[in-house]
C-alpha cells in the first residue's frame, strides 16, 4: 500500500533478486512476456544491487546552468 512506501519499498524489503525470480515464475506459470522482467532488474539481481533507489547526481544550480550551455550549443 502507498501508505507504507509503495512498489519500490516492497522490493527494497524482500530483495531484487526475490521480485525477479517471482517474475519469472509468473511468466512460466501463465505463458505471458508481460512477467518477463526487465534488463535493469536482471543486472540489479546479478550485482546484488539491494536498492532500488536511483543513484543520481542532485540537481544544483551549476547543473542548470550546464544544461542551458549545451542547450544552447545544439
Same mark, same amino acid.
Given at each position: 500500500?502507498?501508505?507504507?512506501?509503495? $512498489? @519500490?519499498?516492497? +522490493?527494497?524489503?524482500?530483495?531484487?533478486?526475490?521480485?525477479?525470480?517471482?517474475?519469472?515464475?509468473? =511468466?512460466?506459470?501463465?505463458?505471458?512476456?508481460?512477467?518477463?522482467?526487465?534488463?535493469? $532488474? @536482471?543486472?540489479? +539481481?546479478?550485482?546484488?544491487?539491494?536498492?532500488?533507489?536511483?543513484?543520481?547526481?542532485?540537481?544544483? =544550480?551549476?547543473?542548470?546552468?550546464?544544461?542551458?550551455?549545451?542547450?544552447?550549443?545544439?
Amino acid at each position: 500500500p502507498p501508505f507504507r512506501g509503495g $512498489l @519500490l519499498r516492497y +522490493a527494497d524489503s524482500v530483495g531484487v533478486k526475490h521480485i525477479v525470480s517471482d517474475l519469472k515464475n509468473f =511468466q512460466d506459470r501463465f505463458d505471458q512476456h508481460r512477467f518477463e522482467p526487465s534488463q535493469l $532488474l @536482471l543486472s540489479m +539481481a546479478e550485482t546484488n544491487d539491494s536498492s532500488t533507489r536511483r543513484k543520481a547526481t542532485p540537481f544544483t =544550480q551549476e547543473t542548470r546552468a550546464t544544461q542551458r550551455k549545451e542547450a544552447g550549443a545544439l
